[in-house]
């Protein structure tokens, strides 16, 4: 196991930028997740940090080591990849220990490891079957397996949930953590599922268009976004961006609350126009425009629980809102965070 | 108002939607293939077998009933006994080199090279050039005094003048000849053949076993060609019952030639049968092919159903 480290990591295709110059530090043991949109460079990162593609400049470092120049195999790190990458004509048996077979171990040493890996996983029961056999969650897990069998320096996940469906996407998730915290492998996992991301890294960095826009801790990144990229990416409903006489003021739907509701502290009021109500059961979220702000801009708040059941607050009718100003993010004209409140 | 009878709602025609039936409608799609390979294939088979124990010539067309008689004649006969063998050696011999070409040639085509398009379309032609005149063409590559092979070995110093190759004359020549030509028109039905399956490989899983460690060959051999086994084996069964039942090559370059060295079951049962009228001996030396070309369907189809994955 060991610390992965990037410097200036560009890679580009033909002359398009995928990889904008991403310098990234992952210690030892840690869990990082790669945030971003579809198309944001992620996955090539990653692709580069195994040595499936070529930087077009920068350094990749594994346990201190620069491995520009090695093949994937001499990196000793491991891969998942979206859609498992399982060898359909292999047993699961078989799948498990090829990389233990390409490293030319020891027949009785394979065996052990295999024995050792699957039963980790709970997944010793099917070790005959061939993957085509499986369901999505197994498959999942033997690819996990032959993943962790040679103890790689780091483990790579790409999107591994995404195949999945909703209710074993959140079971899968919680055993990947608690898996990653038993084994203490440094992970480095790619998704642009923020759920997955606020509840399994360590530290999350945010990546768009190529270019790391904020790494941090989850609620860094929540409470205190680097950008309005991030601050718009992450969150549900994302926060809401005003235009603010040269910048932009923002804060979160649920601290956007009906003025009554705060008790004393300093705070900002705003006359909210109420366009539309939803009800989701376990909260409800209603959009509208603020009085003195741009009338399009839609502006959403998530009501705090006394307001969920009863239907206080009504689509067409004017209230007051106010945010406290512990909650008020300020971002200059390009977008950056410009001051913490 | 006068009723005069009750007003009587006429089912709609039966006939009117038969063609919106499955079953109807598909039958009669399939009648044409059906009904062509019941005349052009079904009809002469039984006719073969007819005559095969029949002692039927175009000299003699009596219909007289001989039992297996044409069949012991034929085993008897070394000179059957040796066509049978030419076959196998021609048509396993074609196929494996076939094969080997076809790999490698898929090999290089999938990488990106200028000029890939048309050497990709370059490529297929051996397959539709017509066998008449690329055999000639490889005659007179083969021919005892212009062969430019010869020329060529000649030129490297390879061999001397004197003992040049007769490739068409001597008998062990004369097979790898047949086979190499067969071979050059099959590969590039291989090549389309290896194409289709290596594409069809996710690149996930490539990907994933470079990262487990896997090098060039090790990727190819047991993670490629594995999985694309099942196509290659339909591709091979083509292969094997076309060169099987084939004697356009032979027929063109050899004549079977030199004493009956390349000889096979196609064109000995056309020279017997037809050239010299002697129906009966050339259908049962015609029917030879069906239990083993049976014999290796089924086992390549059953090998393919259990390589299924």
Same mark, same amino acid.
């Given at each position: 196991m060991a610390a992965v480290l990037t410097r200036d990591i560009v890679k580009k295709f033909a002359d398009v930028p995928a990889v904008n110059g991403i310098s990234l530090n992952v210690p030892d043991g840690e869990f990082m997740v790669l945030l971003g949109p579809s198309g944001c460079g992620k996955t090539t990162f990653l692709r580069i940090i195994c040595g499936l593609e070529k930087q077009t400049s920068g350094e990749v470092l594994i346990g201190g080591e620069i491995v520009n120049d090695m093949p994937p195999r001499a990196r000793g790190v491991a891969m998942m990849f979206q859609s498992y990458g399982l060898y359909p004509h292999f047993t699961v048996r078989n799948n498990i220990a090829f990389p233990l077979r390409t490293q030319k171990v020891a027949r009785a040493e394979i065996g052990r490891k295999v024995e050792w890996a699957s039963q980790l996983l709970g997944i010793g029961h099917l070790l005959e079957r061939r993957p085509r056999q499986l369901s999505g969650g197994e498959r999942q897990r033997v690819a996990l397996a032959r993943a962790l069998v040679r103890e790689p320096t780091a483990l790579l996940l790409d999107e591994p949930l995404s195949n999945l469906d909703a209710k074993l996407r959140a079971s899968a998730r919680l055993e990947i953590k608690q898996f990653q915290q038993r084994v203490?492998?440094?992970?480095?996992?790619?998704?642009?599922?923020?759920?997955?991301?606020?509840?399994?890294?360590?530290?999350?960095?945010?990546?768009?268009?190529?270019?790391?826009?904020?790494?941090?801790?989850?609620?860094?990144?929540?409470d205190d976004p680097a950008d309005r990229f991030v601050a718009t990416f992450v969150g549900t409903p994302p926060m809401n961006i005003v235009a603010r006489s040269g910048g932009y003021l923002g804060f979160r739907p649920e601290n956007f609350l009906p003025r009554d509701m705060i008790n004393g502290e300093a705070s900002t009021e705003f006359q909210f126009r109420v366009d539309r109500s939803e009800y989701l059961g376990s909260e409800r979220i209603v959009y509208g425009a603020i009085e003195g702000f741009d009338p399009d801009q839609v502006i959403t708040a998530k009501l705090p629980p006394a307001h969920v059941a009863e239907e206080w607050i009504r689509p067409g009718e004017w209230h007051a809102f106010a945010v406290r100003n512990s909650a008020l993010r300020n971002f200059d004209k390009d977008g950056k965070r410009s001051s913490r409140l | 108002m006068v009723t005069i009878g009750e007003s009587v709602i006429r089912p709609a025609s039966r006939l009117r939607f038969i063609l919106d039936r499955r079953d109807v409608l598909g039958s009669f799609f399939v009648a044409p293939a059906i009904l062509y390979v019941l005349l052009l294939v079904g009809v002469p088979f039984l006719m073969a077998l007819y005559y095969s124990v029949s002692a039927y010539t175009i000299y003699d067309p009596s219909w007289s009933f001989v039992g297996l008689e044409n069949f012991e004649d034929i085993i008897d006969d070394p000179v059957f006994r040796q066509t049978l063998y030419n076959t196998f050696i021609f048509t396993f011999g074609s196929q494996i080199l076939g094969l080997i070409l076809g790999k490698f040639g898929a090999l290089v085509l999938l990488r990106r090279f200028p000029g890939r398009g048309f050497v990709r379309a370059m490529i297929i032609l051996p397959w539709a050039v017509p066998i008449a005149l690329a055999t000639v063409a490889w005659q007179w590559m083969f021919d005892s005094l212009y062969s430019v092979i010869n020329w060529t070995l000649i030129a490297l110093g390879i061999v001397a003048r004197s003992d040049a190759p007769n490739w068409l004359g001597d008998p062990t020549l004369a097979?790898?000849?047949?086979?190499?030509?067969?071979?050059?028109?099959?590969?590039?039905?291989?090549?389309?053949?290896?194409?289709? &399956?290596?594409?069809?490989?996710?690149?996930?899983?490539?990907?994933?076993?470079?990262?487990?460690?896997?090098?060039?060959?090790?990727?190819?051999?047991?993670?490629?060609?594995?999985?694309?086994?099942?196509?290659?084996?339909?591709?091979?069964?083509?292969?094997?019952?076309?060169?099987?039942?084939?004697?356009?090559?032979?027929?063109?370059?050899?004549? &079977?030639?030199?004493?009956?060295?390349?000889?096979?079951?196609?064109?000995?049962?056309?020279?017997?049968?037809?050239?010299?009228?002697?129906?009966?001996?050339?259908?049962?030396?015609?029917?030879?092919?069906?239990?083993?070309?049976?014999?290796?369907?089924?086992?390549?189809?059953?090998?393919?159903?259990?390589?299924?994955?």
């Open positions: 203490g492998v440094t992970t480095i996992y790619v998704t642009h599922d923020q759920v997955e991301a606020m509840g399994m890294g360590d530290r999350i960095a945010v990546i768009d268009r190529g270019i790391v826009r904020q790494v941090g801790t989850p609620s860094e990144i929540y | 097979m790898l000849s047949v086979i190499v030509v067969n071979a050059w028109r099959f590969f590039p039905f291989a090549i389309v053949i290896f194409l289709a &399956g290596i594409t069809a490989v996710p690149q996930d899983v490539l990907d994933a076993a470079t990262v487990d460690g896997a090098g060039f060959w090790r990727r190819n051999y047991q993670i490629i060609v594995p999985m694309i086994l099942p196509i290659v084996a339909i591709g091979l069964v083509f292969g094997i019952v076309f060169t099987f039942t084939d004697l356009s090559v032979v027929f063109l370059m050899t004549m &079977g030639g030199p004493v009956g060295a390349t000889s096979v079951l196609g064109f000995q049962g056309f020279q017997t049968g037809i050239v010299s009228g002697d129906v009966s001996h050339g259908a049962a030396i015609s029917l030879f092919m069906v239990p083993v070309l049976l014999v290796v369907v089924i086992a390549m189809l059953r090998f393919i159903r259990r390589r299924e994955i």
